[in-house]
């Protein structure tokens, strides 16, 4: 069974350029969702996607945008970047069903914007 | 929306002594979920805990879902401990997980 992985591990961007960042789900999950966690803070949820739409989604501007594939991979999209973007940039999957939504989180994808 | 509230902010314990990090919530929810967060910021699962208590090993979590609280317990810590302790809830009829502010620990040898 393998874990959840991310990448890039690291990224550096300036200020109004667009970032991609990817995530792979756990075996057999089939849910996704994506944090963001600015130093000394606890994690903040940007949106939840499962079976390819997006079913929850927190207090983060349209220009954050993701997507699910088939293969329940996944990406978040930041346009227009902004300094206050920089963060860690967390991902998590689980399976939603059977009444156990444990979530399964990535190393994450540190997000440096200048 | 439900506000997370977890304490104490900050702990420092020597080594093998016990501690209770609690974890206040506002509203119900439908499941709830303790992490600890290494140096290098991965977020380990700790115990899925909506409601009851579990145990594995030094580790122990009860979850009181009628008065919004849950407490976890750490037995005889070690160094290895020292980290960040996060408490994560779902709401109810809703489809977005909020975490606390967390609680620092450091163990001392």
């Known amino acids: 069974e393998t874990g959840v992985t991310q990448s890039p591990t690291h990224l550096i961007k300036t200020r109004g350029q667009q970032v991609t960042l990817r995530c792979s789900s756990q075996s057999g999950h089939n849910t996704v969702s994506w944090y963001q966690q600015a130093l000394g803070q606890g994690p903040q949820f940007i949106f939840q996607y499962y079976r390819e739409e997006e079913n929850g989604r927190g207090n983060f501007p349209p220009r954050f945008s993701g997507l699910q594939f088939p293969n329940y991979s996944s990406e978040l999209n930041v346009n227009a970047l902004e300094l206050d973007d920089s963060a860690l940039y967390l991902c998590a999957s689980s399976f939603r069903g059977q009444g156990q939504d444990t979530q399964y989180f990535g190393p994450g994808t540190r997000l440096t914007v200048l | 929306g439900i506000q997370v509230e977890q304490s104490p902010p900050d702990l420092i314990l020597q080594e093998g002594a016990n501690s209770t990090l609690r974890c206040n919530f506002s509203?119900?929810?439908?499941?709830l979920q303790w992490f600890h967060q290494n140096p290098w910021g991965q977020l380990i699962n700790l115990f899925y805990i909506p409601s009851g208590t579990k145990q594995n090993g030094r580790l122990s979590a009860t979850t009181v879902a009628t008065e919004r609280y849950s407490l976890l317990y750490i037995s005889s810590s070690q160094t290895t401990d020292s980290g960040v302790y996060f408490c994560?809830?779902?709401?109810?009829?809703?489809?977005?997980?909020?975490f606390g502010a967390g609680t620092r620990l450091f163990v001392k040898a």
């Open positions: 994560a809830v779902e709401p109810t009829g809703g489809f977005k997980t909020i």
């Open positions: 509203d119900s929810v439908n499941n």
